[in-house]
């Protein structure tokens, strides 16, 4: 069973057009939750770490935010440069591992 | 600005031969960790590594992988005996803190 899921898997967005990405979690526990961005062939880019509900953190056109089971990346008035495929993964006390979504893949059509 | 470098960028190997995967981690962290993403999947935890030894491994790493810190700089994932099903993108990643990772830009493995 997926513990993290992320959706929607694909995205197509006119340039400007504002819209969210969802990523939620199934198992308690959490230690904190990360947003990655990843071009492909590329190896994931760190963007934010978020650890308690109600947290959010920005960085130019994005914006995430948490609750107790899920997350949101906010993208605002996206340029082609957002395109990309944005990852969800999240760590649990008592583990160094991250458990990623699979996923959102984003397209900014100009 | 600081980052993780990996090498070879691409490897192709025949099956049943062995593997090293290297990364040079960023220089003030202390946990340096594997993962691996199989075409078009999700990425997957392998091993993580701190202190000089293994803190955490997935089922998928068995007694095929290893891996050593031969130096205060190396980082090095070895596959012994590969298989076709080894074939994916190995991404090495480090934090200073068992937080936030930071991921290098991960070496393209085939296995014929």
């Known amino acids: 069973e997926d513990q993290v899921t992320q959706s929607p898997e694909a995205l197509r967005l006119q340039e400007g057009e504002s819209s969210s990405l969802n990523c939620s979690y199934t198992v308690s526990g959490l230690r904190g939750l990360f947003w990655y961005r990843q071009d492909p062939g590329k190896g994931p880019e760190f963007l934010f770490t978020?650890?308690?509900a109600g947290e959010e953190k920005e960085k130019e056109r994005l914006k995430a935010t948490l609750t107790k089971k899920e997350s949101f990346l906010h993208i605002t008035a996206p340029k082609p440069e957002d395109s990309a495929t944005y990852l969800c993964?999240?760590?649990?006390?008592?583990?160094?591992?991250?458990?990623f979504g699979k996923g959102n893949q984003v397209v900014v059509i100009p | 600005e600081p980052e993780v470098t990996q090498t070879p960028s691409h490897q192709v190997t025949q099956m049943g031969q062995e593997v090293i995967l290297r990364c040079v981690p960023i220089?003030?962290?202390?946990?340096f960790y594997w993962y691996r993403q199989i075409l078009g999947q999700k990425v997957e935890f392998l091993v993580s590594f701190y202190n000089n030894e293994i803190s955490e491994k997935s089922e998928i790493f068995d007694d095929q992988f290893s891996v050593e810190r031969p130096d205060g700089s190396n980082f090095t994932l070895k596959i012994r005996s590969t298989k076709l099903e080894d074939s994916a993108m190995y991404f090495c990643?480090?934090?200073?803190?068992?937080?936030?990772?930071?991921f290098g830009q991960g070496t393209r493995l085939t296995v014929v």
């Open positions: 978020l650890y308690s």
């Open positions: 993964a999240v760590q649990f006390y008592g583990n160094n591992r991250l458990a």
């Open positions: 990643a480090s934090a200073r803190d068992n937080t936030e990772a930071f």
């Open positions: 220089s003030n962290h202390l946990y």
